[in-house]
T-cell receptor, first 113, second 113 residues
């Protein structure tokens, strides 16, 4: 699986949009971009994933550049509960039979009042 | 979403004893589950892939005789830390895939004294 590069930490004011960047310049054509977050001492939580089109769900939006070499996770209105480590991962979406996730160092997002 | 449950949430054991951690997929079947370990202030490290009805696949550097994995049914995988030592103290997390998404357990905090 391709490696990703993320800034180690970011701050965001409560109520503002949090934009978390991720570089994945060696991504393959069949690899998806996944985002997970981990709140302290809990298991990771799925946020969103995409292949090449922008995606939006109730938690966040995912913007993938046209060349797919980078992406941005957007939390539109960050709250204190969004404080967590955010992981950007690229992998082949192979369903139940495989598709292990290899975690990088992630971005520690601190949402401040 | 799908639920993956780990038991126990935390355990303290004496050095030299063995500890078993359970990972269950509560509302779906998983032929493959994954075990991760996480030390403080570090990212998740994949230890092994648990395969139902066959031997687990261990990542490089992970001792298979120390970390015994059993995946006897489609909803249960167990990780046994044998002859535990203080350096095995860590946060252990399992995951299972459903379609293209990975679901994580809440983690097990192991402290070896």
């Amino acid at each position: 699986d391709a490696k990703t590069t993320q800034p180690p930490s970011m701050d965001c004011a409560e109520g503002r949009a949090a934009n978390l960047p991720c570089n994945h310049s060696t991504i393959s054509g069949n690899e998806y971009v996944y985002w997970y977050r981990q709140i302290h001492s809990q298991g990771p939580q799925y946020i969103i994933h995409g292949l090449k089109n922008n995606e939006t769900n109730e938690m966040a939006s995912l913007i993938i550049t046209e060349d797919r070499k980078s992406s941005t996770l957007i939390l539109p209105h960050a709250t204190l509960r969004d404080t967590a480590v955010y992981y950007c991962i690229v992998r082949v979406a192979t369903g139940n039979q495989g598709g292990k996730l290899i975690f990088g160092q992630g971005t520690e997002l601190s949402v401040k009042p | 979403g799908a639920v993956v449950s780990q038991h126990p949430s935390w355990v303290i054991c004496k050095s030299g004893t063995s500890v078993k951690i359970e990972c269950r997929s509560l509302d779906f079947q998983a032929t493959t589950m994954f075990w991760y370990r996480q030390f403080p202030k570090q990212s998740l490290m994949l230890m092994a892939t648990s395969n139902e009805g066959s031997k687990a696949t261990y990542e490089q550097g992970v001792e298979k005789d120390k970390f015994l994995i059993n995946h006897a049914s489609l909803t249960l995988s167990t990780l046994t830390v044998t002859s535990a030592h203080p350096e095995d103290s860590s946060f252990y997390i399992c995951s299972a895939n459903l379609f293209t998404e990975a679901f994580f357990g809440q983690g097990t905090r192991l402290t070896v004294v």
